[in-house]
């Protein structure tokens, strides 16, 4: 069985349960010596996860999806992560934004942090809501998540689509104020994150990957019921301050891996063009050899 493990991770909420787990020793009892690289997105670390250097990656559904469209890496879903919850992802303008309203976004620049993630899923419905096309009518422009509040600040983006802490820390820091919820109404309680490996990594490493669902599924348990432990933890790997930590809004921890919530993300994307065809999630979800 293999034992040292690298995890390629996000560096927001999304990743508090991998810290919650190596910080109570999950990973130790399951004889895993466990480390973590933070990453921007997966696309970023694919060669590492197909040459075996990086063994499991957090992701966004959305970003996993299309690498597996692409056909540049085969994907299996190992666990979840989390789901979004009101307050917690949305559009982001200036105190002094002339910007009030979805529609006023036309020919605006918005800051993402992938291209084609979880950012532009979820404002697609809502700005269609708003008469806007996606495609036409808005510019994305990438920007990496520690840029995200000096973006607005400076002006370089006229909104930012961002998730909190983030979302906490613009509104403090310069007064910014959420244009829209983008997971409310055909977003609401979307699944965001969820653990990766490949298809390849999946075969070769059965009880490793059994002992790591088996941990994780410890401390996602202890994210899901125990907000406090989250906000301690979140300061230990991000930038964000403990007093901002505090009083995040914070998405949930599902804990169980599911095939049918997992499957409206593909299906916004194939409405949204971001998938060119349907994607049967069932088929991503790794389930254990049997005997």
């Known amino acids: 069985m293999k034992t040292d493990l690298l995890i390629g991770q996000y560096p927001g909420a999304d990743s508090a349960p991998l810290f919650i787990a190596l ?5 130790k009892e399951e004889g895993l010596n466990v480390k973590q690289e933070a990453i921007q997105a997966p696309q970023a670390v694919l060669g590492k996860l197909s040459n075996g250097q990086m063994d499991v990656v957090l992701g ?11 056909g540049t890496e085969k994907f299996k879903y190992i666990a979840d992560s989390y ?3 009101p307050n917690a992802f949305g559009i982001m303008v200036k105190k002094d934004s002339p910007i009030k309203k979805v ?16 950012g532009t899923l979820t404002m697609s419905p809502h700005l269609k809501i708003a008469g806007l096309d996606p495609k036409k009518d808005v510019n994305y422009v ?9 973006s607005l600040d400076k002006g370089s983006v006229d909104a930012v689509w961002m998730t909190d802490p983030y979302v906490s820390q613009a ?19 979307l699944p965001i994150t969820g653990w990766a490996a490949t ?6 490493n059965p009880k490793t990957l059994a002992a790591f669902q088996r941990a994780m ?33 914070l998405g949930n921890y599902p804990t169980s891996l599911n095939a049918q919530r997992i499957q409206r993300v593909a299906d916004l994307m194939l409405d949204a063009g971001m998938l060119k065809q349907k994607i049967d999630v069932n088929s991503m979800i790794y389930s254990a050899p049997q005997g």
Do not use: C, H
Request: net charge positive.
């Open 23 to 27: 910080e109570r020793g999950f990973f």
């Open 60 to 70: 966004s559904y959305a970003t996993i999806l299309t690498i597996q469209e692409a």
């Open 83 to 85: 789901q979004g919850a």
């Open 103 to 118: 529609a006023d976004l036309k020919g605006k620049k918005i800051g993402v942090n992938v291209a084609a993630g979880l």
């Open 142 to 150: 990438v920007v990496p998540t520690d840029q995200w509040i000096p």
């Open 171 to 189: 509104k403090k820091q310069l007064g910014a104020t959420m244009l829209v919820d983008t997971m409310s109404g055909p977003t609401d309680g």
């Open 199 to 204: 298809d390849k990594w999946t075969q070769n």
């Open 217 to 249: 599924a410890k401390a996602q348990q202890v994210a899901a019921t125990d907000r406090s432990a989250v906000t301690k933890i979140l300061p230990t790997y991000t930038k964000i301050p403990a007093e901002t930590a505090a009083t995040i809004n």
